[in-house]
């Protein structure tokens, strides 16, 4: 099995126990938020590789910002963006990603359907500085700030904000 079915398989079976079905809201549409660590102990300078995914767990198809850009906080020109802390916050100090700052174009948003999961990984370094021994705390966060966003199709609902369970990595001098 590969790891992105396997990651689809374990995003959906945990949308499914969430209390309410996976379900909320007048027109059922919920969209849920997953990030995973490729391993939970890293070395200092090793890359730390995390998966983020969006699945939608709802009975109506949702339009999202497929792209899943890391960006500071709330910022138009990204759609990922994390929070990451040990005993203090650790910054955003800028991406690879941020070379593709620009707001997303219209070809970046995409419809996902129901039960779908739409997943990219992100390497931690150099966007945030974790060049010291630790247990850290991760969460992600999706919403999209786009003020050129395009209107969703007929049939389908914009995605709204997303926040995924926190996930701990410890970082280790050897």
Not at 16 to 21: F, K, L, V
Not at 149 to 173: D, L, M, N, Q
Request: aromatic share 6%; glycine share 8%.
């Amino acid at each position: 099995m590969t790891r992105g079915w396997l990651v689809a398989l374990l995003f959906l079976g945990a949308c499914a126990h969430s209390p309410g079905g996976g379900r909320s809201g007048p027109t059922t549409t919920l969209m849920t938020m997953r990030v995973f660590a490729a391993k939970g102990s890293y070395l200092i300078g090793e890359p730390i590789v995390l998966t983020v995914a969006l699945a939608n767990g709802s009975s109506e198809p949702l339009w999202i910002n497929g792209r899943l850009l890391l960006a500071q906080p709330r910022s138009s020109s990204g759609e990922i963006w994390l929070d990451v802390r040990d005993d203090k916050a650790v910054p955003f100090q800028g991406s690879l990603d941020a070379l593709d700052a620009a707001p997303a174009p219209a070809s970046a948003y995409r419809i996902l359907q129901p039960d779908d999961v739409v997943a990219r990984n992100i390497v931690l370094d150099p966007a945030y500085e974790l060049d010291r021994p630790g247990t850290f705390t991760i969460v992600a966060h999706y919403a999209d700030h786009n003020p050129q966003r395009p209107p969703p199709p007929p049939g389908t609902h914009p995605a709204t904000e997303a926040t995924a369970p926190p996930v701990t990595i410890t970082i280790r001098k050897n």
